[in-house]
């Protein structure tokens, strides 16, 4: 067109005289019906896929009754960052890869219908650039099209917990990590009902192959009350079809706090802590092995199994996780006589050798009053009724003490 009109300009500034409006459209037509490349159109587009995915570089010539003698492709990519020739296509020899062969490529065009279409699979980043198409026409020479080629790459998404420990100042809890994506990922933190009790950062970097890493931290002050917290690391991006969300629960860690011991049963006994991670129970006694035939231990629970003087002593509960660990200690007295025990458990508690704190607990109410009945009465014949006076205030264990204690007197 501008040719056109710059030609017309030319004429009628040369000939003014024959210069009339008439003569001026006429002058176009016959321009315009001369050059009938102009209408001649390449058509390309634009291409973006997952990596991995499969790519179509659409190319082909409309309006056109020229011959086709060649259609070339040409790329330019990162690794080659020069056009260079890559593959040609003839009518009769069909697609030929000019240096390397590389079958990831399929020509899937049509050269009688001037269709240079190509498929390109298992698509990877060095593959990311731009495509030229050339089509080698006659008589109007080469025409050709610009398709860019831009991959999606998505993340690989982590959550590493920082394993905070209990404390006043604020420390990282945890980072989420979107790695390697492209475009960049938007990654974000949802806390929820934490509010401004927690803080978050992002930051990223690209590396050269035009991946991005993007990391978002998690900071606050590692109390209590913030332990079992749910969160959510939100990651979007054109390389995903839908927002992925990785739930995350904040854990503040900490060592075994005060050990405690409870009668679970006249006879049995359960070590009782808390710790994150949970606490490991062992249950030892103080200057001697546990007697494997007398109590049974599993985790944090303690049985006895016979109730005799011989289980007399001191017996220590360790609770212990990765973060340290405690005692607690409990000292058992089997009374003899009829009432099958008395337990004094004495609770102390023990952190780095020093002690801290004891306690006292006075089980079985039922037990030491019938102790004092029998220190007053003494005898057998009494021993059964007043177990039996027991066995209605208590139930469960003492039934089967009842049942050993008749044998006995058998
Ligand atoms: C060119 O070939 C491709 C692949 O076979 C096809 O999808 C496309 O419709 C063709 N284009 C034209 C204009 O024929
Ligand atoms: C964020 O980036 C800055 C500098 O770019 C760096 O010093 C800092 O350690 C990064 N933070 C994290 C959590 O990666
Ligand atoms: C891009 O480069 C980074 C850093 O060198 C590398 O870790 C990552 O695997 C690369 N990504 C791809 C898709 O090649
Ligand atoms: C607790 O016990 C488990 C399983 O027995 C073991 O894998 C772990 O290492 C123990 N932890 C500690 C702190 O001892």
Same mark, same amino acid.
């Given at each position: 067109m501008d040719e056109a009109a710059f030609f017309c300009a030319n004429y009628c500034h040369r000939f003014p005289l024959r210069c009339d409006s008439m003569t001026r459209m006429l002058l176009m037509i016959v321009l315009l019906m001369s050059t009938d490349a102009e209408a001649l159109r390449v058509i390309g587009g634009n291409v973006k896929v997952v990596q991995g995915g499969t790519a179509m570089l659409s190319c082909y010539v409309m309006d056109t009754n020229d011959d086709l003698t060649q259609i070339t492709w040409q790329r330019r990519t990162r690794e080659k960052p020069h056009n260079d020739n890559f593959l040609t296509i003839l009518p009769r020899d069909g697609p030929q890869f000019v240096s390397e062969r590389d079958d990831r490529f399929k020509y899937i065009g049509n050269f009688n219908d001037k269709n240079g279409t190509l498929q390109l699979s298992n698509v990877a980043l060095k593959d990311e650039g731009s495509y030229t198409c050339i089509f080698t026409l006659f008589p109007s020479g080469n025409q050709k099209t610009e398709i860019p080629l831009n991959l999606l790459v998505p993340p690989f998404t982590s959550i590493k917990d920082n394993l905070p420990t209990l404390g006043t100042e604020e420390v990282l809890f945890a980072t989420c990590t979107a790695a390697g994506s492209k475009p960049p990922a938007e990654v974000r933190w949802l806390t929820g009902a934490l509010g401004d009790k927690v803080r978050t950062t992002t930051n990223s970097t690209q590396y050269d192959n035009g991946t991005t890493t993007t990391v978002s931290s998690l900071f606050g002050v590692p109390m209590r009350e913030i332990n079992g917290?749910?969160?959510?690391?939100?990651?979007?991006?054109?390389?995903?079809?839908?927002?992925?969300?990785?739930?995350?629960?904040?854990?503040?860690?900490?060592?075994?706090?005060?050990?405690?011991?409870?009668?679970?049963?006249?006879?049995?006994?359960?070590?009782?802590?808390?710790?994150?991670?949970?606490?490991?129970?062992?249950?030892?006694? &103080?200057?001697?092995?546990?007697?494997?035939?007398?109590?049974?231990? @599993?985790?944090?629970?303690? /049985?006895?199994? #016979? *109730?005799?003087?011989?289980?007399?002593?001191?017996?220590?509960?360790?609770?212990?996780?990765?973060?340290?660990?405690?005692?607690?200690?409990?000292?058992?007295?089997?009374?003899?006589?009829?009432?099958?025990?008395?337990?004094?458990?004495?609770?102390?508690?023990?952190?780095?050798?020093?002690?801290?704190?004891?306690?006292?607990?006075?089980?079985?109410?039922?037990?030491?009053?019938?102790?004092?009945?029998?220190?007053?009465?003494?005898?057998?014949?009494?021993?059964?009724?007043?177990?039996? &006076?027991?066995?209605?205030?208590?139930?469960?264990?003492?039934?089967? @003490?009842?049942?050993?204690? /008749?044998?006995? #007197? *058998?």
């Open positions: 917290h749910q969160v959510q690391c939100v990651i979007s991006g054109d390389f995903l079809s839908k927002v992925e969300s990785l739930p995350f629960t904040i854990q503040i860690y900490f060592s075994p706090t005060e050990v405690n011991i409870r009668a679970k049963s006249e006879d049995s006994f359960e070590c009782v802590t808390e710790a994150n991670p949970s606490a490991n129970f062992t249950w030892s006694r &103080s200057g001697q092995s546990l007697l494997q035939s007398a109590v049974k231990v @599993d985790g944090a629970k303690l /049985q006895l199994l #016979s *109730l005799t003087s011989d289980l007399n002593g001191l017996y220590q509960c360790e609770a212990s996780n990765t973060y340290g660990s405690k005692h607690g200690q409990l000292y058992v007295r089997v009374a003899s006589g009829a009432c099958s025990a008395a337990w004094v458990l004495f609770g102390v508690l023990l952190f780095l050798n020093v002690v801290g704190a004891a306690a006292w607990y006075f089980y079985k109410r039922g037990c030491f009053q019938s102790r004092r009945s029998l220190n007053q009465h003494g005898g057998k014949q009494h021993d059964t009724k007043l177990h039996q &006076s027991v066995r209605n205030e208590d139930h469960g264990p003492e039934e089967e @003490d009842l049942q050993r204690d /008749q044998e006995e #007197s *058998l």
